[in-house]
């Protein structure tokens, strides 16, 4: 099995990396804020807990010294049986609790570091039914000193954090969705440039526009200016191609006309042999200096070229070519057509139709443009012999069959075909209703 | 029939001229834009082999420029360019014809005659005049019926009064037509050539203008 080749890999659209990197970036931001407010939150409640506790230790120190507690009437919260908020003093033996523990303790489970003698230190504990406490506790100091434990459940804590944090995630994350939607906004504003530049350079491959506009946003005015030196220098060398075949037409013509002109002199060329060869010569030099011109084509044309002036320009050339013949040629092109051509190609495809036409005729050719679904359609029509279908498919094949390639009849058929090939167009033969041969040559609108 | 021979190539000139020559052409050549221009717009000439590609010049502007001038002399442009381009453009300037190189003799002659002979108003390939007939195709004459034989110089003289036939050809028009622009034209040598041309076409006659030139006549009164 000959080893699969690796697909390449995929071309991730600008918009899409710009849309991650900046969904990655307020996501992290998003997380990073909401852990830091419920570090905050989780604070600044524990806080409010831990003064309400301390408060009660300073009224608990107060009785103590008093010798007030063993008929303390605790106040909310203290009082309820259940919810965890307590306390409980100890001195020697002498245990006092609230009325919400009931007889029961609370078990001191973690101490905190007691930094700071005759102040309340926190620390965690757990109640008689082994709730989870926060507590405060003060060791007051004397013979025998007390300890004052003052207690609060876990779940006044997390109660209102969890609240408060529940509500937090929504706000960031509907601020998250905001955020996002307005940099997809932004990023299709950013790249709005880049697909009117894609729109610019359809047209310009379209022949609707010559180059691409220059007046662009800072980023992309280089990219801009590159492209179009690279229209134009495609435009030039197709120039120089063009004016290189023309050289070369001249140089090799002028002395084949010489020799056919030295050649119509019997005693130069008694049997006529030399002649044929100049004759097949000529024929070939034609043959290749067409093939080398359509090489020299761009395939596409810049800026459209207007159809009716060009019909109407050929029309007169023609008709002063065929003067001894007398041809009528009838044009009927609209005014407002015009393909995306260049003027010489359209020239050549156009030409080579109406003078095989105007060659086969007997007296009367007739040109007919319109506007079609698949493109512009130009019809050559005569009266002439016409073509049978056979014919037509080895006249249109000669023209494949490049260095076979004898020309004879209707010689510029296939060149025609080839040059409508390159626009994306076509050219098929078919019968007209004049009687003779009809092509119909489709270019793109 | 006069022709101003333009073309810059020295070896295709030559081998032009002396073809056309054969065929009883009579000459003028320019290599230049700027002597081609000169020519045509001093000189009488019934047709112009017209090369495009010239020094001093483009054809298609010396043919712009001509035309522009007032000249309606007929042109026939004979160029190694062949894409309908150039050959729009040509017609453009003004061309009546145009042939692509390299070209058959007798092509180019059946088309400079025929050039010709649209030009001067002949519709008809075939002109006659009495017992004279003249086929501007073929450059041949017949006389009542049947070919006649002319040399050269004859067949320059007659053609040009066959064209104008029962018009005044002027002596001067006459001289250019049949001579070369620099060859020595003896002021005999008209009339010794009129004089064989009435014999060998009677009864049709050359009738003699004093002090204009001459004309060819249908009618024997």
């Known amino acids: 099995m000959p080893p699969t080749k690796k697909p390449p890999p995929p071309h991730r659209s600008l918009r899409t990396r710009l849309l991650a990197a900046a969904a990655v970036l307020v996501l992290a931001a998003l997380v990073v804020a909401g852990l830091a407010i419920g570090v905050i939150l989780h604070r600044f409640v524990r806080g409010q807990i831990e003064g309400h506790l301390d408060a009660q230790i300073v009224a608990l120190r107060a009785g103590l010294e008093a010798g007030l507690l063993s008929q303390n009437r605790d106040a909310p919260p203290f009082d309820r049986d259940g919810p965890g908020w307590a306390w409980e003093v100890r001195r020697g033996s002498e245990t006092f609790v609230s009325d919400s523990l009931r007889g029961g303790h609370i078990t001191v489970t973690a101490p905190g570091p007691d930094d700071d003698p005759g102040h309340p230190h926190p620390a965690d504990g757990t109640g008689p039914r082994g709730e989870r406490l926060i507590l405060r506790v003060l060791t007051v100091p004397g013979t025998p000193p007390a300890t004052i434990v003052a207690a609060a459940p876990q779940a006044a804590l997390y109660g209102p954090l969890r609240e408060a944090l529940t509500s937090l995630a929504l706000a960031l994350g509907i601020l998250g969705l905001c955020l996002i939607a307005g940099l997809a906004l932004q990023v299709r504003l950013g790249l709005a440039p880049l697909r009117r530049l894609r729109a610019d350079l359809a047209a310009v491959r379209a022949g609707r526009r010559e180059r691409v506009p220059e007046e662009q946003p800072a980023e992309i005015k280089p990219l801009v200016t590159e492209l179009n030196a690279l229209l134009d220098q495609n435009a030039q060398n197709l120039e120089r191609a063009r004016g290189h075949v023309a ?35 000529d024929r070939r030099v034609r043959h290749h200096l067409r093939r080398a011109r359509a090489a020299a084509l761009a395939g596409s044309a810049r800026g459209r070229t207007q159809l009716a002036p060009r019909v109407s320009d050929l029309h007169d050339a023609l008709v002063r070519l065929y003067a001894e013949k007398g041809v009528a040629i009838d044009l009927a092109v609209p005014d407002d057509l015009s393909v995306p051509c260049e003027g010489q190609d359209l020239d050549e495809m156009l030409g080579n139709l109406v003078d095989n036409a105007c060659r086969w005729c007997r007296t009367r050719v007739r040109v007919t443009a319109a506007s079609r679904a698949g493109g512009i359609v130009v019809r050559v029509e005569d009266d002439g012999p016409g073509l049978d279908d056979a014919a037509a498919e080895a006249v249109m094949a000669r023209g494949r069959r490049l260095d076979e390639g004898v020309p004879g009849h209707g010689f510029g058929l296939p060149i025609t075909l080839e040059l409508a090939e390159l626009y994306g167009g076509g050219l098929t033969l078919g019968r007209s209703e004049l009687g003779g041969l009809e092509a119909e040559l489709t270019l793109p609108a | 029939m006069k022709i101003l021979l333009v073309e810059d190539d020295t070896a295709l000139a030559t081998e032009l001229a002396k073809v056309l020559r054969a065929e009883n052409f009579v000459l003028d050549r320019a290599a230049t834009g700027e002597d081609a221009q000169h020519l045509g717009e001093t000189e009488g000439y019934d047709a112009v082999v017209l090369d495009l590609g010239l020094p001093k010049g483009d054809g298609v502007s010396v043919l712009r420029a001509w035309r522009a001038a007032g000249r309606t002399l007929p042109v026939l442009v004979l160029t190694a360019r062949d894409g309908w381009s150039d050959k729009v453009a040509a017609f453009k300037a003004g061309a009546d014809d145009y042939l692509v190189k390299p070209v058959r003799v007798e092509e180019l002659v059946i088309r400079l005659r025929a050039l010709v002979r649209r030009s001067q108003g002949g519709g008809a390939s075939r002109i006659a005049c009495g017992p004279l ?17 002319l040399t050269g110089l004859e067949w320059r003289v007659l053609s040009c009064l066959m064209l104008n036939r029962d018009a005044v050809v ?26 064989r041309l009435r014999r060998k076409i009677a009864p049709a006659r050359i009738e003699s203008v004093r002090g204009h030139g001459y004309r060819l006549h249908a009618d024997p009164a």
């Open chain 1, 247 to 281: 050289n070369l037409a001249h140089a090799l013509k002028t002395p084949l006309a010489t020799l056919s002109m030295a050649l119509a002199d019997p005693a130069r060329d008694p049997d006529g042999a030399l002649r044929l060869q100049v004759d097949d010569m």
């Open chain 2, 133 to 149: 007939s003249f086929d501007t195709g073929l450059g041949a004459f017949e006389h009542e019926g049947l070919p006649l034989k």
């Open chain 2, 170 to 195: 002027p002596r001067p028009h006459l001289i250019e037509r049949v001579y070369e622009g620099d060859a020595d034209v003896d002021s005999n040598s008209v009339e010794v050539i009129i004089t």
